[in-house]
């Protein structure tokens, strides 16, 4: 489950941003914008709440020289909450409930590359308060924190014959905290255009857990070891520009460009107190050296009523992993995202639907990772069907 720029869920965290692509942050009066830009939640005067969930279906194909084989695309739900609380004429209370970095990755258990993973399960849940100030009539500012919650769930094959142990399999679960900050700007220039900048810190999860070993014994399995693991991963800071006109007659447009702080995912070492095998305090390395990028949106939504509106969008999406070191877990390639989706709306309530498309370019396996077979024929082709629905209340 993914993507919005490797493992993050930019997009898929609302249902009416993602009909527009993601691109928002310079756009007001959007219940959503307490995540993308809590600055322009200024506008809105009442109480005002979204929930939804978006579920995902990753297709990932790969093909090699030693043979074929195919993700298990299941399809995985995700979901949001938005809430915006005026306080004051000039105050706003702003809450987000949101998993906006997360994956799932599952292939089978004896597939052709099963020692470099069978699955993994990242998640990130964050709760997101703010506050937003409406400086002057054009002007709004916001700041808040992140205070979040990650769950990793990792699972492959290790093969140690060599040590007269035959077949390991190794499952990790690992859980951490962590907590970061965001700053975001709007400013409505004239009832036309309006602008935003919106950033997020980096997050960095210190992530405690189990791991348990087992091995073929005469054809069932049996648990070997079972000790604590540990790993870390920093989740990358980012920086939200937008720009939104609504010049044309019932029409809005909006244009975000997002860059992402993806050189923190340097590498994803796991720390064992019993390494397979030997038994002894170690380090698995897996080395990633990804790169910051950047992602383009446009948005478009027109008020085709006073109630509805139609929407759809565009993304194109910088992947910020390599030729070198990529992995079945998560094997990340630029990728171009299409999204259409609807929304209806009265003075108590509305509701939302939308729909994207991701298709990703084809990508070559790691040239440092994983067997001889990956690493000199190994090629993936993915694509992703999303669809989300929310509902509001205006209180």
């Not at 020289?65 to 993700?71: I, M, V």
């Not at 054009?138 to 919650?149: K, R």
């Not at 991701?358 to 992703?384: C, M, P, Q, W």
Request: charged share 20%; hydrophobic share 40%; with cysteine.
């Amino acid at each position: 489950m993914v993507y919005g720029g490797a493992f993050q869920l930019y997009s898929e965290s609302s249902t009416e941003a993602m009909s527009v692509a993601g691109a928002v942050v310079g756009r007001r009066g959007m219940i959503s914008n307490a995540w993308y830009n809590p600055a322009a939640t200024g506008s809105i005067d009442k109480i005002s709440v979204m929930g939804g969930v978006s579920a995902l279906k990753l297709s990932i194909d790969y093909s090699s020289d030693g043979g074929d084989d195919s993700l298990q695309n299941r399809i995985r739900p995700t979901g949001f909450f938005y809430a915006i609380v005026p306080m004051t004429p000039d105050l706003n209370f702003n809450l987000s409930i949101n998993a906006p970095y997360g994956m799932i990755t599952e292939w089978e258990n004896d597939w052709i590359e099963n020692e470099m993973c069978t699955y993994t399960n990242l998640r990130a849940i964050y709760t997101t308060p703010s506050l937003t100030w409406q400086v002057t009539e054009e002007l709004s500012l916001a700041a808040g924190v992140n205070l979040v919650y990650a769950t990793a769930r990792l699972a492959r094959n290790i093969n140690l014959s060599a040590l007269g142990l035959g077949m390991n399999k190794i499952y990790m679960a690992a859980d951490a905290y962590g907590i970061g900050g965001n700053l975001s700007v709007h400013y409505q220039l004239n009832p036309e255009w309006g602008f935003g900048v919106h950033y997020q810190s980096r997050v960095k999860l210190d992530f405690e857990g189990e791991a348990k070993y087992r091995r073929e014994v005469n054809g069932p399995f049996v648990y070997l070891i079972e000790d604590d693991a540990s790993t870390t991963i920093t989740l990358p800071a980012s920086l939200g520009l937008g720009v939104a006109n609504n010049s044309f007659n019932n029409l809005t447009l909006s244009f975000d460009a997002v860059w992402t702080e993806w050189s923190t995912y340097a590498d994803n070492n796991i720390k064992f107190d019993k390494r397979p095998g030997p038994g002894t305090p170690g380090t698995i390395e897996k080395k990633k050296d990804w790169c910051d990028v950047w992602s383009f949106r446009l948005g478009a939504e027109y008020a085709l009523t006073e109630n509805w509106v139609l929407r759809c969008g565009y993304m194109y999406d910088i992947a910020p992993d390599n030729d070198r070191y990529r992995t079945p877990e998560m094997p990340d390639s630029d990728r171009n995202l299409f999204t259409i989706g609807a929304g209806y709306s009265n003075e108590k309530w509305g509701v939302d639907v939308g729909y994207g498309y991701l298709i990703f370019k084809d990508s070559k396996a790691g040239s440092a990772a994983g067997s001889v077979n990956h690493r000199t024929s190994g090629e993936y082709e993915a694509d992703l069907h999303v669809l989300s629905v929310a509902f509001k209340m205006f209180l």
